[in-house]
């Protein structure tokens, strides 16, 4: 971020060497994303201030708390894998998803066997859990 700025702030220093800063198309679009670029700066401060890296695993490992790769089976007989991760760290391709959505709320605190019934946007869907891990391949 640091870098890009740079280079973002290099961009409006030559902009507005070109004269009226009013009508200059690259000075007023250099600027918004200047600002868009120091608030990410500033967000990012912010959670980095708080952050807390979890290293240890949950005293019961056999339930879903942060952290569990989570083996489902929905409705249909399909396996689904998931990964409980927080919020800034969720990746759909690798199928990490936050701690706070509606799927990982009804999965927290349940262990292999159980029946999990999530409210989700797109309708209620029935899941019962085929395992839970702490073992991850990063």
């Known amino acids: 971020m640091w870098v890009r700025r740079r280079g973002v702030t290099e961009a409006i220093t030559a902009a ?12 007023i679009y250099r600027k918004k994303e200047l600002r868009e670029i120091d608030r990410r700066i500033r967000y990012l401060q912010k959670r980095l201030a708080v952050l807390r890296v979890v290293t240890e695993r949950p005293a019961d490992i056999g339930k879903i708390f942060f952290g569990a790769c989570v083996v489902l089976i929905d409705e249909n007989d399909e396996l689904c894998s998931i990964r409980i991760v927080g919020p800034d760290e969720i990746d759909p391709s690798c199928h990490w998803i936050s701690v706070d959505s509606v799927m990982a709320r009804a999965l927290l605190k349940k262990e292999a066997g159980d029946e999990v019934t999530v409210n989700a946007p797109g309708g209620e869907t029935v899941y019962l859990i085929e395992s839970v891990n702490y073992e991850f391949d990063d």
Do not use: F, P
């Open 16 to 27: 507005a060497a070109e004269g009226d800063r009013s009508e200059n198309a690259e000075y």
